[in-house]
């Protein structure tokens, strides 16, 4: 299978997952490759599912029926799990999406990255951290939908305290993003001018979590280091960015 045409798959958990950024989390699925097998898993009978209902047919999704056998329990993580270890097995998906804010999920996860296929979650900001860093990359579906209604709306006003960007505010560059980059920035190699290449800053940071820039408002990389204080931007002959700490 060639890489234009890499098999993907997006597993959504309709119980703990709102149907309010499908549209965002198919264009980020994109990155992996054609979403030819989307599914979701629930109780179709609940109300509560009304909206993920409304969505199946527009974003060609397969529902798949799961009754609660157990009152507070349903069988949904598990079918999930045995679908996807299927799938795995069967050698023909290069990717996958997990949709769930649910902390069960990260042993499956660990374990499809242990096979070396990417796996991209998709949450609330609430999402357990052990989820969370189980996957290749983690994305609050919340800060990922408010970013692309930015783009949508066009940069914002002046006065509105967002980052040179336009795409994210500067509250959320806190200091455990900001000492996560500089450990990349040092694990990274550094030409003579103390210059690392910015692509292989994002890859360290990403190794040691599940560090995406849509977390924080960002679209790309580098419009999250420009916001980022005492770092420096350049642009090279090649076209390619990299980035020096200052202090």
């Not at 798949?64 to 157990?70: G, I, R, S, V």
């Not at 799938?87 to 996860?109: C, E, K, Q, T």
């Not at 967002?162 to 795409?167: D, L, Y």
């Not at 450990?183 to 190699?189: E, P």
Request: one cysteine or more; proline letters at 3%; glycine letters at 8%.
């Amino acid at each position: 299978m060639t890489e234009g045409n890499r098999n993907t798959a997006l597993l959504i958990d309709a119980d703990n997952a709102s149907h309010h950024g499908i549209d965002a989390v198919l264009t980020v699925m994109a990155e992996l490759g054609e979403v030819n097998i989307r599914r979701a898993y629930g109780n179709w009978r609940k109300q509560a599912l009304k909206g993920w209902v409304d969505k199946l047919h527009v974003y060609g999704i397969e529902p798949q029926q799961q009754f609660d056998m157990t009152k507070g329990k349903n069988a949904t993580d598990m079918k999930m799990t045995i679908d996807a270890m299927d799938m795995l097995f069967s050698g023909r998906v290069n990717g996958f999406g997990i949709m769930s804010s649910d902390s069960d999920f990260m042993p499956l996860a660990m374990r499809l990255r242990q096979d070396g296929y990417p796996v991209y979650g998709f949450g609330s900001a609430k999402t357990p951290e052990a989820f969370k860093a189980a996957c290749s990359r983690f994305i609050d579906v919340d800060a990922l939908t408010r970013s692309d209604s930015t783009r949508r709306e066009g940069p914002a006003k002046s006065g509105d305290s967002e980052s040179p960007s336009g795409n994210g505010k500067r509250g959320q560059v806190d200091d455990k993003l900001i000492a996560l980059l500089v450990d990349a920035y040092n694990a990274s190699d550094r030409d003579e001018r103390g210059f690392a290449n910015m692509s292989q800053v994002g890859q360290r940071a990403g190794n040691r979590s599940s560090f995406d820039v849509r977390n924080y408002g960002f679209s790309r990389l580098s419009d999250l280091f420009e916001a980022v204080p005492n770092f420096n931007t350049e642009r090279r002959d090649d076209n390619q960015l990299w980035v020096k700490r200052l202090r």
